[in-house]
């Protein structure tokens, strides 16, 4: 069975830290996260490759570090420094290792307050 499983979201004050996992079936390479705040697109927050390499959107970079355990199969989301712009809903990306397919996680809430 297809699966990208999250956890960790939650409600934080400004400043704070949240640690979000995201779990994949064995025939799931996990990628990253991305997030949609109410009313936006869904965009990148942050990607890791098979190699370790990251890329990070902008407004993250400093404050939130993108982590692989591929023992585990799960890709991990350190984030510090939480604003109230952070608010949104964070989506995990997989993509299928043979069939090459995209996958989305059901989405974990996380809200930061003033």
């Known amino acids: 069975q297809v699966q990208l499983v999250e956890s960790g979201g939650g409600l934080v004050q400004a400043g704070g830290s949240l640690r979000l996992s995201c779990a994949a079936s064995?025939?799931?390479?996990?990628m990253g996260w991305y997030r949609q705040a109410p009313g936006k697109q869904r965009d990148l927050v942050a990607l890791?490759?098979?190699?370790?390499?990251?890329n990070y959107a902008d407004s993250v970079k400093g404050r939130f570090t993108i982590s692989r355990d591929s023992a585990k199969n799960t890709v991990y989301l350190q984030m510090n420094s939480l604003r109230p712009e952070d608010t949104a809903v964070y989506y995990c990306?997989?993509?299928?290792?043979?069939?090459?397919?995209?996958?989305w996680g059901q989405g974990t809430q996380v809200t930061v307050s003033s």
């Open positions: 890791v490759t098979n190699d370790g390499s990251t």
């Open positions: 990306k997989g993509r299928g290792r043979v069939s090459r397919n995209v996958y």
């Open positions: 064995g025939n799931i390479l996990p």
